[in-house]
């Protein structure tokens, strides 16, 4: 069997080029197909650990997925409030034990500024676990801040630090509250959720940031010593809320999607989450799909370059049968050949995975909160990985089986 | 040979006698119907109200008056729901659910009262599921005594197991 | 019993024809004793190639016995033969004999490989397989620098030693060599042949030299005649 190995091994290297081109081209579809596998599974984590500990969450009038989308996930927009009106009348229900609204739109250096009430941190959860603090405590004062875990590691605050909250979500925005600078004093610990990514103030804060904008534009300053009916928050982007007991759940949501004053959507966190996977679903599937083609044009481009030497090797398979080697040898050593050259591929593309991870990850956790993982593969991944492995033998028992069949009928006539 | 035939005979045997007993296990699950869980006074008044009117105003539910069946408590059974996830877990499986008869597209239907709703919290979470689909949810009921605004008492359920519901 | 220790190839009442055609080998009877080297004439066409194949065991003849030293070939499974081949057989063909992307060594070890006969007889020489090779390439006048280089790198002339140093290798009973010279100049030619025959001799290896080239015969301990020997089972 070594023996076998040490040819096959002596034989590709003397095909150097075209071994590495093909080992390229199953390496890098081997990269897109763990790729999206991993990124489908990071993604699935993140957005599940997100949501917990809440029974109902408020906005105004919208599909479900895109209101669990903006308040929760912090991605995209909401093109609507809900009026304080509302929210009082919420929190006023017998069968609703707490609220936290929360009001978005400001950002500071690209993270995003969420404006809610100190009880944000006692109800809110991830993961089933309460939000710790890894340093100081929740918001009192007006102009007070506390940073999720990544704002505060990429932008080195510590307690204390002083910053300035701009307008708008863009990452560099010349609009800036610079009037008015706020005092962390608080960080949370890591949740692996978008929290990390979010700076937390008390929704006076953003009302008193907002008292010298006028349609979008700054005039002048803000006042120094606003007064607590200027403070007062006239609407919020959405409302989280506990019920009481469970079992009202579907009465309260139907209230708040039927009421009289505002149009307003009430969602349950986990069924909405469940409308936004079988949405994900099909792009999933799709990306699956193209991923698993690519592999197998990888394969199949083995398999040519593999069949266009067949004709050249004719002699050494006769040298082969010359010397004692019987077909089903030549059929061994071809497919040796395509293993070593499908495993090759495997360990350049998991190995060129690994890279764009480490290159990527900041990147990606910006831009989405999916947080990337360095680990060992999962199992779908190695399930994957052996797949494309067997595709490989599968594909390589094609040339192997030719030259079979070939050494059988030609012997050791070298034909001149 | 004649060896090998009786322990082929034995084995097919003994199968039709497994195949017997899970079939007469299952022919002794109790359906449970969504109306035993409405006590018989609330029925009668279900049935004196209104008709669905599509062009009123919806009617706002009023639960006060709405009481579990307590003589429920501890039957074994299956009942034909669908189920809505509360909480997800991170390998996308369900740990907590509700099981109501209907999946409430309609606004002008009132939501289910709580004595139409189970609350289930398996051991092991359960498999994603369909929120569109019908599933035979199998297991023993039980009547909670949760504090709540309106001070009743409501169902949940010890799972056994779900299956999908096929006409 | 004696006498089938002594013969390194015996053909008995052999008979051979493509699919669909007259029978291209008939050959009644033919022995090379152990030790032997013998000279086959045949111009191409009369089937040679076809004998070899048969002599090989890559061919099954439809009537008769190919023995190679104590094995009846002929009689053996596909697989069976190879091994035989391998153990038994050293084969020499007119060029492109060797694995181009191997070294010069690694061909000539490559016949042991296949064979744990031959590779006990080469350890039992020389005391590993390497050795044996290295002895075999120096006594076959090839260039120390020459072993570690990939095959491909050498001259004709080269190539042919390298291949005959593997056919000697682990001391097979008989080397079947299929116009081995027919691609050199002369001189190459003939210092090929001093060197083959030397080394048989000295292993005992019985050598069946197919070719056309008559100039050749005289050195040789027999001369036989490819159609003379198959007119024999005609008369």
Redesign the interface.
Same mark, same amino acid.
């Not at chain 3, 190879?82 to 153990?87: F, H, T, V, Y």
């Given at each position: 069997m070594s =023996?076998l190995l040490r040819?096959a091994w002596?034989?590709l =290297?003397?095909r150097r080029f075209t071994v590495a081109v093909t080992v390229a081209t199953i390496a890098l579809s081997v990269l897109l197909l763990l790729g999206v596998e991993r990124l489908r599974i990071e993604a699935r984590s993140s957005f599940l650990r997100t949501v917990s500990g809440t029974d109902l969450i408020v906005g105004a009038r919208a599909h479900p997925v895109q209101l669990l989308l903006y308040s929760v996930f912090h991605l995209g927009d909401a093109t609507n409030n809900v009026g304080w009106d509302s929210v009082q009348r919420l929190a006023a229900r017998d069968d609703v034990a707490w609220t936290v609204p929360i009001s978005l739109g400001d950002s500071h250096r690209g993270y995003r500024v969420v404006g809610t009430t100190s009880d944000y941190f006692r109800h809110l959860q991830t993961a089933d676990r309460p939000l710790a603090f890894v340093q100081g405590e929740a918001f009192d004062g007006l102009f007070d801040a506390v940073l999720g875990a990544d704002v505060a590691a990429k932008l080195g605050y510590a307690l204390g630090d002083s910053m300035v909250l701009a307008h708008g979500t863009a990452a560099l925005n010349p609009h800036q509250h610079d009037d008015r600078p706020f005092k962390v004093v608080g960080i949370l610990g890591r949740t692996g959720t978008p929290m990390d990514q979010s700076v937390f103030v008390s929704l006076q804060a953003i009302q008193a940031i907002h008292l010298n904008w006028r349609s979008g534009t700054r005039i002048g300053n803000a006042p120094a010593e606003p007064t607590a009916e200027q403070l007062q928050p006239s609407s919020v982007t959405a409302v989280f809320v506990g019920l009481r007991s469970r079992m009202a759940t579907f009465a309260v949501q139907r209230a708040v999607n039927e009421d009289h004053h505002e149009p307003m959507t009430a969602i349950m966190p986990g069924v909405a989450l469940q409308q936004l996977w079988s949405m994900l679903g099909l792009v999933e599937r799709a990306l699956q799909l193209t991923a698993a083609c690519v592999v197998l044009a990888g394969l199949l481009g083995m398999l040519a370059a593999l069949l266009g030497t067949l004709s050249e090797r004719r002699?050494?398979m =006769?040298?082969l049968?010359?010397? %004692?080697? %019987?077909p089903?040898t030549v059929f061994g050593l071809l497919l040796l050949e395509s293993v070593l050259l499908t495993v090759l591929g495997l360990l350049t593309g998991l190995m060129l995975l690994y890279l764009l991870t480490a290159a990527l990850m900041p990147f990606v956790l910006q831009a989405s909160g999916i947080a990337l993982d360095l680990g060992w593969p999962a199992a779908s991944e190695w399930r994957l990985m052996l797949s494309v492995l067997l595709a490989g033998v599968v594909v390589g028992a094609v040339p192997a089986s030719m030259a079979y069949r070939r050494s059988l009928a030609d012997?050791?006539?070298?034909k001149? | 040979m004649k060896f090998a035939g009786t322990s082929l005979l034995r084995l097919v045997f003994g199968a039709l006698v497994w195949v017997g007993l899970q079939s007469a296990a299952m022919a002794e699950v109790r359906g449970i119907d969504w109306l035993e869980l409405i006590p018989p006074e609330e029925l009668k008044e279900m049935e004196s109200q209104p008709i669905v009117d599509h062009n009123g105003t919806p009617i706002a539910p009023d639960y006060s008056n709405s009481h579990p069946v307590l003589t429920m408590n501890g039957v074994e059974g299956r009942i034909p729901g669908y189920i809505v996830p509360i909480t997800v877990t991170e390998e996308n499986t369900i740990s907590e659910f509700f099981v109501v008869p209907y999946f409430g597209a309609c606004i002008h239907v009132p939501p289910p009262p709580p004595n139409q709703i189970i609350y289930v919290k398996p051991e092991k979470p359960i498999e994603m599921t369909e929120i569109w689909a019908a599933y035979w949810i199998e297991g023993k009921l039980k009547l909670e005594n949760q504090a709540n605004s309106l001070g009743q008492s409501s169902y949940s359920m010890e799972l056994t197991s779900v299956t999908p519901w096929e006409g | 019993m004696s006498e089938a220790r002594q013969s390194a190839l015996r053909l008995i009442d052999l008979s051979f024809a493509w699919p669909g055609a007259v029978p291209l080998i008939r050959i009644g009877q033919f022995e090379l004793r152990s030790g032997e080297r013998v000279f086959l004439a045949g111009p191409s066409g009369s089937g040679k190639?076809t004998l /070899?194949?048969l002599l090989?065991g890559?061919?099954t003849p439809q009537r008769g016995d190919v023995h190679v030293a104590d094995l009846c070939v002929s009689r053996l499974s596909?697989?069976a033969r *190879?091994?035989?081949?391998? *153990?038994h057989?050293g084969?020499i063909?007119?060029?492109?004999? /060797?694995?181009?992307?191997?070294s010069v060594l *690694?061909n000539v070890t /490559?016949?042991c490989?296949?064979?744990r006969r031959r590779t006990e007889r080469a350890i039992a020489r020389d005391g590993d397989v390497d050795s044996s090779a290295r002895r075999l390439l120096a006594e076959l006048g090839l260039p120390e620098a020459s072993w570690v280089r990939p095959a491909s790198s050498l001259s004709v002339g080269q190539q042919q030693r390298v291949a005959a140093a593997?056919a000697l290798i682990g001391a097979p009973e008989l080397i079947l060599a299929d116009e081995p010279t027919s691609a050199l100049d002369a001189d190459a030619r003939s210092d090929f042949l001093r060197l083959l025959l030397d080394e048989c001799a000295a292993a005992n290896t019985a050598l069946l030299f197919v070719s056309h080239d008559r100039s050749l015969m005289d050195r040789f301990d027999r001369a036989v005649d490819l159609r003379e020997l198959q007119a024999e089972v005609v008369a």
């Open positions: =023996a040819l002596a034989s =290297a003397n002699r050494e =006769a040298i049968r010359a010397l %004692g080697a %019987g089903t012997g050791m006539m070298v001149q | - | 190639s /070899l194949g090989a890559t061919l596909a697989r *190879d091994r035989a081949r391998a *153990d057989i084969v063909f007119q060029q492109f004999n /060797l694995l181009p992307f191997l *690694d /490559l016949a490989r296949f064979s593997r």
